[in-house]
């Protein structure tokens, strides 16, 4: 399996258009030793739970990639300037559920780029159930956002119905299949027990 550095460097050789799983940014929410401005903060999770409810992606990763124009022109980041991860880190543990995003910057043909690779779990639906300080309109509250191909909406009900329709049925799916096999097991337990019993040992007439 690929690393993300390396499925980075893959978009970035192909540079395919933004789709509901990857987003170009042309520079970046955060910079290392600057403030972090709380518009930007609000744009970010936005952004994070908008690729991280789009469900049923073609790719194993759905990425914002650091350094590409809104025209697709590779332009690059100053890697130095690239904000720790524990920045972006401290904002993300606000989603609900927990939702992994990997971040890191990776060169390549002469320049840097920085990324954050988004890895939901399968039917969940991710926003911010807490009010946040840099959020005083309470924008973030609640929010199920969406991307729609390069836009950013919000799932309506029937699709969140839809998403935990199929988060019910997967979890039953999963409940037949180790019932099934716990079954199993048993009756080979069972047959196993029956075909070494014997009725002249003391131990197997006490069973």
């Given at each position: 399996m690929e690393t993300y550095d390396q499925a980075v460097k893959n978009i970035l050789k192909d540079l395919p258009s933004e789709s509901d799983?990857?987003?170009?940014?042309?520079?970046?929410?955060?910079?290392?030793?600057?403030?972090?401005?709380?518009?930007?903060?609000?744009?970010?999770?936005?952004?994070?739970?908008?690729?991280?409810?789009?469900?049923?992606?073609?790719?194993?990763?759905?990425?914002?990639i650091v350094g590409v124009d809104d025209n697709k022109n590779p332009i690059g980041i100053n890697d130095a300037d690239w904000a720790d991860d524990s920045v972006y880190q401290e904002l993300i543990n606000k989603i609900e559920p927990h939702l992994s995003v990997n971040t890191g910057t990776v060169s390549y043909e002469g320049k840097d780029y920085g990324y954050f690779c988004v890895n939901p779990?399968?039917?969940?639906?991710?926003?911010?159930?807490?009010?946040?300080?840099?959020d005083p309109e309470a924008k973030l509250l609640n929010q199920a956002f969406v991307r729609h191909g390069s836009s950013t909406g919000k799932?309506?009900?029937?699709?969140?119905?839809?998403?935990?329709n199929?988060?019910?049925?997967?979890?039953?799916?999963?409940?037949?299949?180790?019932?099934?096999?716990?079954?199993?097991?048993?009756?080979?337990?069972?047959?196993?027990?029956?075909?070494?019993?014997d009725e002249n040992k003391e131990e197997d007439r006490a069973l």
């Open positions: 799983y990857l987003d170009y940014k042309e520079q970046a929410y955060s910079f290392k030793g600057k403030k972090f401005d709380n518009k930007k903060k609000y744009e970010f999770l936005k952004d994070i739970i908008a690729m991280a409810n789009v469900q049923e992606v073609p790719t194993n990763y759905r990425f914002i779990e399968e039917y969940q639906v991710y926003m911010i159930n807490e009010r946040c300080h840099f799932l309506t009900d029937e699709e969140i119905a839809q998403i935990h199929k988060a019910q049925e997967k979890a039953a799916k999963i409940k037949s299949q180790n019932d099934a096999l716990f079954s199993a097991q048993k009756t080979m337990a069972e047959a196993a027990l029956i075909g070494s019993w």
